[in-house]
């Protein structure tokens, strides 16, 4: 097996599929390279001698521009490339559709019907702070109420508490309540307290006249300030709520129901050529049968922007998409902050460069299919097909958003591991082998075995497969493990 890929034929650069010692000959084509340098897994290898302030080449797309004269079999890096990307950047619509060919069958699930409508993956009782001065609360109501009732007939009951909810303005104010409403009226759950204290910002009154339709045979809600023993109301409440969805049964459902967030964190210089790949042929797979997928994280688009607007269906959707990129870099220059900052520490320790090498393996999420919207925060779903939402890269507050817009759950890549998980089933995928053997109780499915030779059709028809176990009900590793965080977007001041 080859220790080394190139990417696309336009490429100065090579990957390293295993580390490379220096000396090491490497032929490709008819030239004879050898390695100036010792190279980890996932680094990148000149392929030609580049001159400074010449392009290095991935992905056949410029990642950067040479900072030093770079020699043929030198390891290319953050000592000797440097981003090229501006501020706020003018745009101009160009349509660049591909034809997409999908052989996988649409698959049956076995869903939860609600009766708006929606359909839900897990028949959960959740408790929803208004605001974090509640959140012991929350929690004691919970014991108090596990004490007393066989919890076999639902997905189990979990609270999520988060810091906000009061001494917010503005936009944080509104973020806080979008986000917490989107999780109220989340259809994975069969029944859900809304707990209020009674004297935050975030008021029960006011969150209940701007949440828009919701079962109230459902959803109750309980100010603690108002009753003498909140936690033997709050029991009274989960009592009333549970004995209604114990009742719920899945019925037979079609994968073309289906919401799913795509996001990666902790990535490395595999994640563009094996895991995020991987989630692009089940993005188009999911869209080609009717399905929804959602692609977020808009500095992570920064550098690969240009593919996306290509890809928009229409004119006016190529505009929002303009809008929420150049808004993100506005947000960052009103906060005095470097809008290319990126990638992190861990990123460059696993191979990823600039931040334009980082976005052209990020948006690879989102496969070839058209993007049909563009979501602001908190907004929630409302085409079928592949769509964009607003919010940033940090990985608790991203797979929160896709949850508060409606995915039933997240697809998360990482290369480095991470224990996390939101309050939806996140599902994570490897980019390379090792993480997979060291982190079993963090990791999903490897797709790492592609670096082995496994071609993509299988590796897609076997996580097509893990898909629909999970959504049938097989828990993943967040959930076997308990790890289930939500955290709000916050960009003002606090009182």
């Known amino acids: 097996m080859n220790t080394y890929i190139q990417l696309n034929d336009r490429d100065n650069t090579i990957i390293a599929l295993k580390p490379i010692s220096k000396e090491s000959r490497i032929k490709i084509k008819d030239t004879l390279i050898k390695v100036q340098d010792d190279i980890p897994q996932a680094h990148k290898i000149a392929l030609e ?21 770079i020699m043929a079999g030198q390891h290319v890096h953050t000592h000797n490339v440097a981003t090229e990307l ?31 409508g929606e359909v839900g993956i897990r028949n959960e009782l959740w408790i929803v702070p208004t605001v974090g001065c509640v959140n012991a609360t929350a929690n004691q109501i919970i014991e108090a109420f596990k004490k007393s009732y066989d919890l076999s007939h639902i997905d189990g009951v979990f ?30 759950a069969g029944g859900v307290l809304v707990l209020g204290l009674g004297c935050e910002n975030n008021q029960i009154q006011a969150f209940k006249e701007t949440l828009g339709s919701y079962d109230e045979d459902r959803v109750a809600f309980l100010n603690s300030q108002d009753v003498k023993d909140e936690t033997q109301e709050g029991v009274k409440i989960l009592t009333s709520l549970y004995n209604q969805m114990k009742e719920d049964q899945r019925e037979e459902g079609s994968i073309s129901e289906l919401k799913i967030g795509l996001e990666c964190g902790g990535s490395d210089g595999l994640s563009g050529i094996t895991a995020n790949p ?24 920064f550098g690969a922007e240009t593919i996306l607007m290509g890809r928009a269906k229409d004119e ?15 947000y960052y220059k009103d906060h005095g902050q470097t809008i290319y900052e990126n990638p992190s520490p861990g990123n460059k320790k696993g191979g990823i460069t600039t931040l334009e090498d980082k976005s052209l393996g990020c948006t690879q999420k989102a496969g070839h299919s058209k993007v049909v919207d563009v979501l602001k925060y908190g907004e929630p ?17 991203a797979t929160t958003a896709l949850g508060a817009s409606g995915c039933h759950l997240v697809l998360f890549t990482t290369g480095r591991g991470t224990p996390f998980g939101g309050f939806i089933p996140t599902v994570k995928i490897s980019s390379n082998n090792e993480l997979a053997e060291k982190k079993e109780n963090w990791i999903d ?7 082995d030779g496994k071609r993509m059709e299988l590796l897609l028809e076997e996580f097509i497969y893990l898909v629909v176990e999970i959504v049938n009900g097989k828990k993943t590793r967040n959930e076997t493990n308990n790890f289930r965080e939500i955290a709000i977007f916050k960009s003002g001041v606090i009182l």
Do not use: W
């Open 49 to 69: 001698d580049i001159k400074k302030g010449e392009h290095v080449i991935k992905y056949g797309m410029p990642i950067g521009k040479a900072t030093h004269n």
């Open 86 to 116: 501006s501020d706020i950047t003018e745009y101009q619509y160009v349509q660049q559709f591909e034809k997409i060919s999908v052989k996988s069958k649409k698959e049956k699930i076995k869903i939860y019907r609600r009766k708006n």
């Open 159 to 188: 609270a999520f508490p988060h810091p906000y909810g009061c001494s917010q303005m503005g936009d944080d104010h509104e973020n806080t309540k979008k986000a917490l409403q989107g999780i109220v009226k989340h259809p994975n």
């Open 278 to 301: 991987l989630l692009g042929f089940f993005s188009d797979y999911m869209v080609a049968h009717g399905g929804t997928t959602v692609l977020t994280e808009v500095p992570e688009m």
């Open 316 to 330: 006016a959707t190529y505009h929002k998409i303009v809008e929420m990129v150049n808004g993100f870099k506005k």
């Open 381 to 397: 779903l409302k085409e079928k097909g592949v769509n964009l939402l607003t919010a940033p890269g940090n990985d608790l507050v």
């Open 445 to 451: 499915f490897n797709a790492g075995q592609l670096v």
